[in-house]
């Protein structure tokens, strides 16, 4: 039984494979493996590299944080991240004082608003960044959030 | 394989639906000691979770142990109407899953 299942998905795969280098199927959001080095960067600039490749960032007024000003439990903060720029790729958030910056990162399909509203870790005082990738450039804003308890350790 | 880890709440709106979800994980970062032995608590944390609707990929969210225990997402997106089924699905640190169909009211 485990043989034919495994017989059937490979030739499926290679089905599919096929059909995608003659461009048959319609293009779809690729997923992408769990980018390790990008979490495990110790700064923004070199997470930033790790994850998108460069790390050319441009400040942008069109992108919109919100977040507490003041975070009385760090390991339970709230960000929501909204952006006008179109074509938006993906969000990534990250923390600047965190000893790994970033925490996640959300890859976005075409149907797929640019906002994201999630709940991330701040072990101390410091500025969230979001960057968001649109047509192939990367756009990055910032906001400050103190933090009176931190989030990792405690 | 965990199971009833995702909590998901959808609705449609016009066109834009709105899902907000709630995964039960720990979230740890193995950064943390444990108090009673002062050993490390091994790191075990979500790294991607999957939103898919009509099979197409609406969400890739790759996370890291920064992000809270029991994660929060939320997030919008269009073409969807009320009655359609989302697939949810996370992968966890240790190799762990779980999925969850959601119905968007």
């Known amino acids: ?154 | 394989m965990a199971t009833n880890t995702i909590r998901p709440r959808a609705y449609a709106d016009g066109d834009m639906t709105t899902l907000k979800m709630l995964i039960d994980h720990p979230m740890e970062t193995g950064l943390r000691k444990d108090k009673k032995t002062g050993s490390k608590i091994p790191a075990h944390y979500i790294e991607t979770v999957t939103v898919e609707h009509n099979g197409k990929v609406v969400l890739d969210a790759l996370l890291g142990p920064a992000v809270s225990k029991n994660p929060f997402i939320q997030c919008k997106f269009k073409g969807a109407k009320s009655g359609d089924a989302l697939k949810i699905s996370w992968k966890d640190s240790k190799g762990d899953t779980d999925t969850k169909e959601a119905k968007i009211s």
Do not use: H
């Open chain 1, 1 to 154: 039984m485990k043989r034919r299942t495994l017989l059937k998905s490979s030739l499926t795969a290679g089905v599919a494979g096929v059909a995608a280098a003659a461009g048959l199927l319609t293009p779809q959001m690729v997923l992408a493996a769990w980018p390790k080095g990008a979490f495990e960067s110790k700064g923004v600039d070199s997470a930033v590299k790790s994850l998108m490749g460069s790390n050319a960032l441009t400040a942008s007024g069109d992108i919109s944080i919100k977040a507490p000003p003041i975070a009385e439990n760090g390991a339970v903060v709230n960000i929501a991240v909204s952006t006008k720029l179109k074509n938006v790729d993906s969000i990534s958030i990250l923390v600047e004082k965190n000893a790994t910056p970033l925490t996640s990162s959300f890859n976005l399909a075409p149907v797929t608003e640019a906002f994201i509203k999630t709940r991330v870790k701040v072990a101390k005082t410091s500025s969230v960044i979001a960057v968001v990738k649109s047509g192939g450039k990367l756009y990055s804003a910032g906001r400050e959030v103190k933090v009176t308890i931190g989030g990792c350790g405690g």
